[in-house]
């Protein structure tokens, strides 16, 4: 079965710092892989996805990330953080049947 | 308005009640999903369906129960409410198209607290 691992439960950087959310998955042939994002008292929003190409991906809100078979891994970032991009991170990957397995979630802190 | 709302927004019952968590969607996708997330877990599967007639069990399918009333209806019922079903629901929908396969929209969600 496929899964997801996000090693880091929470992660606190500074304003204006960047930021890297780590993501390994388990799949066995070439994986669709989303990044959502899930602010306070919110829905789901998606930041990104990967589904095949360029193993870098651009998404919303300055977010990129990028794909690495060899290391399986789908590592979330961002150049500079804002004190609004405080919320909880999910890694996800695509199963057959059109659904998703997430992480566990990472919280994303931002001290000013 | 909301493309996928979920009613009500909180819920708190009483163990053994019937509780009924409601969808609609107004993306007119054929494929909706109901989750629910628990601090440290992230996000697990219940049930999805992929239209009227097609419904699944997922992941944690005991003790719920589910209709899909139209296309853009999908209902999660808890039969007989327990404290460890105390959780936020999310409902999800999506469409099977290359551009947009395993792309999910969500609710804003539903948080259910059982005493």
């Known amino acids: 079965a496929q899964s997801v691992t996000q090693p880091d439960i929470h992660i606190t950087v500074s304003e204006g710092a960047s930021l890297e959310l780590r993501c390994n998955y388990s799949?066995?042939?070439?994986?669709?892989l989303f990044w959502y994002v899930q602010s306070p008292g919110q829905g789901l929003q998606l930041l990104l996805k990967?589904?095949?190409?360029?193993?870098l991906v651009q998404g919303i809100k300055g977010f990129e990330a990028e794909f690495k078979r060899s290391q399986s891994s789908f590592n979330l970032r961002k150049p500079s953080v804002h004190w609004s991009d405080a919320a909880e991170y999910f890694c996800a990957v695509g199963e057959y049947g059109n659904k998703l397995v997430f992480g566990a979630g990472t919280i994303l802190r931002v001290k000013s | 308005d909301a493309d996928v709302t979920q009613t009500p927004r909180n819920r708190i019952t009483k163990t053994g009640k019937r509780i009924m968590l409601e969808c609609s969607q107004t993306?007119?996708?054929?494929?909706m999903y109901w989750y629910r997330q628990d601090p440290g877990l992230g996000l697990r599967l219940i049930y999805y369906s992929f239209d009227v007639k097609d419904i699944n069990k997922g992941e944690i399918s005991d003790g719920y129960s589910v209709s899909r009333q139209a296309q853009a209806k999908f209902s999660l019922s808890l039969e007989s409410a327990i404290p460890n079903q105390t959780a936020l629901y999310f409902c999800?929908?999506?469409?099977?198209?290359?551009?947009?396969?395993?792309?999910?929209?969500f609710g804003a969600g539903t948080r259910l607290s059982v005493l």
């Open positions: 799949y066995g042939a070439t994986p669709y």
């Open positions: 999800a929908t999506g469409r099977e198209t290359r551009e947009y396969k395993n792309i999910q929209y």
């Open positions: 993306k007119g996708h054929d494929r």
């Open positions: 990967y589904f095949s190409g360029d193993t």
